[in-house]
């Protein structure tokens, strides 16, 4: 008879899944681990003997629940999707009314919603938690974002706080030095109740879609250096690495340092040099664009930054559409010092733009599906373990704590400050990739963002008047009460104009 020893099961021992649990472990928890094909099982504790906790393979899924505490907790870490339907359809019928089933993959939050409601008619609980930083930030300590019910959280959070990366709590700065069986200690937790049912992988998928966004933003100023300054990769890899001494510090700029510097171990030309141009993708950029849409809240650098993925992979097309199409045929002659110190401007100015966009996203949408969403703390969980951490977030705690009803990042007073002193660099770079014909989508689209968001009036009136014409659609007037439409008789001589 299995006795339940384990804190903790764990559902999927791929990569990541197998890096959860050593983190698990690492921190003293004892934990369950169950894979369908079992030799995997088998071979992954096997060459894990010395886990400060302890890693027990479970080779039946009745063993498996059987070995868990109660009220038990699962971790399920397979393909989302029928996947993850699969493997809840399998342990339905093996639990208790209290215990808790967490999926750790990159579910739609309409998927995580559903899973929740169906659950909690069986006496269930499901937490639907974003899961970021890589294969090593699950190692050493991921930024965790759970959602559903706040009682399952309170179960959770011993081992989600443990396991998380940390960060120091005066600076926001990630706190280094995690190795197998030494994890981090003291700092505060990158991890927090963010709101009920799919709110966690609500916020996990924005923050993929602003991860899009900053690699994008990042290989566009990569571009200018290339082709307006004629930069080898290793000059600009060392540029990055300068960046990240300031206010762009970030685990991206950092590695994107490290990517450009790196040599070719097969040809010994720059890396970068030898790599595709063809950049794929998972879907969460998408679903970040496309739900932007539904809402109606305006996230173009974001959406951007997806249509450059998808112009990449066209590389065929590309190739024969350069035979044909001809740009701009000149060399610059500028001030290259200034040049580069223009590229970083337009960098961060359109950085900011961006997590504008997706905290503006995040707070429709938690009037859309009903979550009460702490936008400071969120930000406070993207400073360590995740993909675009970075010291940048700390100032959007800042922002958000002086002020939590805040309608955009644009209207901090530290933000704002901040544009006004680069927007002639970043407005330079735009028009110099425009004169040149280097493709700068999102710096384009950021500074798009910008301008518009700061007119008090835009040209829509114009549009109004055309939707008016040709379909009746109706508009609002300037000198009437909001909400009141009218509509004029194009057709007639007089043209009467009539309230609706």
């Known amino acids: 008879m299995t006795t339940a020893s384990s804190d903790i099961g764990l559902i999927g021992l791929a990569v990541m899944g197998q890096n959860l649990a050593l983190n698990i472990a690492d921190h003293s928890f004892p934990i369950s681990v169950y894979n369908r094909t079992t030799s995997k099982m088998t071979e992954f504790v096997a060459a894990n003997p010395n886990t400060p906790g302890k890693l027990i393979g479970q080779e039946t899924l009745e063993d498996f629940v059987a070995s868990l505490k109660t009220p038990r907790k699962i971790i399920i870490m397979v393909q989302a999707g029928k996947g993850t339907d699969a493997v809840i359809d399998s342990l339905i019928p093996l639990l208790d009314k209290g215990d808790i089933i967490i999926d750790g993959g990159n579910a739609n939050w309409f998927d995580t919603i559903r899973r929740e409601k169906d659950l909690a008619a069986k006496g269930l609980r499901f937490v639907g938690c974003g899961v970021s930083g890589g294969e090593e930030g699950a190692r050493f300590g991921p ?35 995690a190795a197998p069986g030494k994890p981090v200690q003291g700092g505060e937790p990158c991890t927090n109740y963010i709101g009920a049912d799919g709110a966690g992988h609500y916020v996990k998928m924005v923050h993929n879609g602003i991860e899009y966004g900053d690699m994008q933003l990042i290989c566009e100023a990569y571009d200018l250096m290339q082709h307006l300054l004629g930069m080898e990769p290793a000059e600009m890899g060392e540029i990055f690495s300068e960046w990240n001494k300031g206010v762009l510090d970030s685990f991206l700029i950092e590695i994107t340092g490290d990517v450009l510097k790196q040599t070719d171990p097969m040809t010994n030309k720059p890396f970068v040099d030898i790599v595709m141009d063809k950049a794929g993708q998972k879907g ?5 664009a496309m739900n932007s849409l539904d809402l109606g809240i305006t996230a173009p650098t974001i959406a951007e930054s997806v249509y450059a993925r998808c112009m990449s992979s066209l590389k065929s097309e590309r190739v024969e559409a350069s035979k044909i199409l001809q740009g701009p045929n000149k060399n610059f002659n500028g001030n290259k010092e200034q040049m580069i110190q223009a590229i970083h401007d337009a960098l ?28 400071g703390e969120i930000a406070q969980l993207w400073r360590g373990g995740c993909i675009i951490r970075a010291m940048f977030l700390q100032k959007i705690t800042d922002a958000y704590q002086k002020n939590p009803e805040l309608p955009n990042l644009l209207l901090d007073p530290y933000f704002a400050e901040a544009i006004k002193a680069a927007q002639e660099n970043w407005r330079n770079v735009v028009m110099l990739g425009a004169q040149y014909g280097v493709p700068t989508p999102t710096f384009a689209s950021a500074l798009a963002y910008f301008d518009s968001y700061r007119s008090a009036r835009l040209p829509q009136n114009l549009l109004q008047g055309l939707r008016d014409y040709f379909g009746a659609h109706t508009y609002e007037r300037t000198d009437a009460e909001p909400g009141k439409f009218f509509h004029l008789e194009w057709t007639s001589k007089d043209r009467q104009q009539t309230g609706v």
């Open 143 to 177: 930024s965790l974002m759970p959602g559903g019910a706040p009682e399952a959280w309170n179960e959770l959070k011993p081992i989600w706080k443990a396991i998380a990366a940390k960060v120091d709590p005066t600076s926001g700065k990630p706190l280094e030095g």
């Open 348 to 375: 961060y100015c359109s950085k900011i733009c961006s997590y504008a966009q997706g905290f503006q996203l995040l707070r429709e949408a938690q009037k859309e599906y009903d979550w009460k969403l702490n936008f």
């Open 284 to 288: 969460t950029g998408k679903w970040t």
